[in-house]
C-alpha cells in the first residue's frame, strides 16, 4: 500500500496500526453522549425503524415485520436528526444507522448524539459500521458471555 502522507506513528492499537503522525485517537464516548431520553411526555408518534440494508427509516413506510411495535409509545426512546443508532442485538451484522428524523425507537437500541455540531456522523456512522469494528462487537460479546459463566 502507498503511504498518502508523510510520517506515520504507532497508534498503540495492534489492529489499528501506524496512522498518519496528525493523527489523534478517541474513544467514542468522547465524540458522543448516549442519550437515554424516554418518550414521555410523549414529544413524538413518529416510530422509526432500524435495519442493516436501509439504516434509519420510518416505520410507516415498512412493508414487512409491522407487528413489532408496542402502542405505548412512552416506553420508548427519542432518536433526533444527526443522532446514530445502533441495534444493541445486531451491531455485529451492522444495524447501525443514522436517523435524519425525529421519532421514536426501540428501548434496547442505542442512540447516541454528537457532542458538537460539526461532528461529521456519516464519517462515524461509516466507521462504526466498518466490519473490523464489528469483529470488535463480536470479541466483546465474546468476552462477556465467557465472563458471565
Same mark, same amino acid.
Given at each position: 500500500m502507498e503511504n498518502r502522507y508523510d510520517k506515520y506513528k504507532d497508534s498503540g492499537i495492534a489492529w489499528i496500526g501506524e496512522i498518519p503522525e496528525h493523527w489523534n485517537l478517541a474513544l467514542v464516548k468522547s465524540i458522543f453522549n448516549r442519550r437515554t431520553k424516554k418518550n414521555n411526555p410523549i414529544l413524538t408518534e413518529?416510530?422509526? +425503524?432500524? +435495519?442493516?440494508? =436501509?439504516? !434509519? %427509516?420510518?416505520? +410507516?413506510? =415498512? %412493508? %414487512? /415485520?409491522? *407487528?413489532? #411495535?408496542?402502542? *405505548? #409509545?412512552? @416506553?420508548? @426512546?427519542?432518536?433526533?436528526? /444527526? *443522532?446514530? !443508532?445502533?441495534n444493541s442485538m445486531n451491531m455485529i451484522v451492522g444495524a447501525i444507522g443514522i436517523s435524519h428524523y425525529l421519532g421514536c425507537v426501540s428501548p434496547v437500541y442505542y442512540v447516541i448524539a454528537p457532542k458538537d455540531? /460539526?461532528?461529521? !456522523?456519516?464519517?462515524?456512522?461509516?466507521?462504526l459500521n466498518n466490519f473490523r469494528i464489528r469483529n470488535l462487537y463480536a470479541e466483546f460479546n465474546l468476552q462477556m458471555q465467557q465472563n458471565s459463566d
Amino acid at each position: 500500500m502507498e503511504n498518502r502522507y508523510d510520517k506515520y506513528k504507532d497508534s498503540g492499537i495492534a489492529w489499528i496500526g501506524e496512522i498518519p503522525e496528525h493523527w489523534n485517537l478517541a474513544l467514542v464516548k468522547s465524540i458522543f453522549n448516549r442519550r437515554t431520553k424516554k418518550n414521555n411526555p410523549i414529544l413524538t408518534e413518529e416510530r422509526l +425503524s432500524l +435495519s442493516i440494508e =436501509k439504516g !434509519v %427509516t420510518l416505520y +410507516s413506510e =415498512k %412493508t %414487512t /415485520n409491522l *407487528d413489532r #411495535f408496542k402502542e *405505548d #409509545f412512552t @416506553q420508548y @426512546q427519542i432518536a433526533y436528526p /444527526n *443522532d446514530i !443508532v445502533l441495534n444493541s442485538m445486531n451491531m455485529i451484522v451492522g444495524a447501525i444507522g443514522i436517523s435524519h428524523y425525529l421519532g421514536c425507537v426501540s428501548p434496547v437500541y442505542y442512540v447516541i448524539a454528537p457532542k458538537d455540531k /460539526n461532528i461529521n !456522523v456519516n464519517y462515524y456512522g461509516y466507521l462504526l459500521n466498518n466490519f473490523r469494528i464489528r469483529n470488535l462487537y463480536a470479541e466483546f460479546n465474546l468476552q462477556m458471555q465467557q465472563n458471565s459463566d
